[in-house]
């Protein structure tokens, strides 16, 4: 069995990196940072619901850190009977987007499992051009805007 724990970041602050793709050379792989966490911020979520490896590499950036932790086990109990209540939420959701309105009550109930519920605050990028990413986004409340950068080509 995988040990999966989630994190809460109590105080201080941490980094979050990556392992720098591609890396020819021997151990250590060098890490590219990827963001930062401070007091409030929870991680560790997805190797937690998927049993997954880790995707990323924590370092703790101030003089100390004070987490709570809870291990897959106590997650559950804690989240079970309120996940029941946010599960039949997200289905009733889901059900209104077309591209899930046809879906059967059991399909769409393991749509609903696998999603994450998440906020974001005016001004938050969620996607970088460029970046490759493995996550789509269901907009439920609120609006965002969409920009390209490229490259015009002039004729002549």
């Known amino acids: 069995m995988m040990l999966t724990i989630r994190y809460v970041i ?4 941490i980094s979050i990196s990556i392992n720098k793709p591609g890396w020819p050379g021997p151990p250590p792989i060098p890490q590219i940072p990827v963001a930062a966490m401070r007091e409030g911020d929870k991680f560790g979520d997805l190797a937690l619901l998927n049993d997954l490896l880790r995707s990323t590499s924590v370092t703790i950036s101030s003089d ?3 987490f709570i932790t809870l291990d897959k086990p106590q997650f559950i109990r804690l989240m079970g009977p309120a996940n029941k209540h946010e599960t039949t939420d997200k289905m009733t959701f889901l059900k209104k987007v077309s591209l899930f ?15 994450v519920v998440r906020q974001a ?11 490759t990413l493995a996550t789509a986004f269901v907009i439920r409340k609120g609006t965002c805007a969409v920009f390209k950068n490229s490259a015009i080509k002039k004729d002549g």
């Open 10 to 13: 109590l105080e201080g602050t």
């Open 101 to 115: 309105s046809a879906m059967d009550r059991k399909s769409l109930k393991q749509v609903a499992d696998k999603t």
């Open 64 to 66: 100390h850190c004070t």
């Open 121 to 131: 605050k005016e001004d938050t990028v969620l996607i970088r051009e460029g970046q």
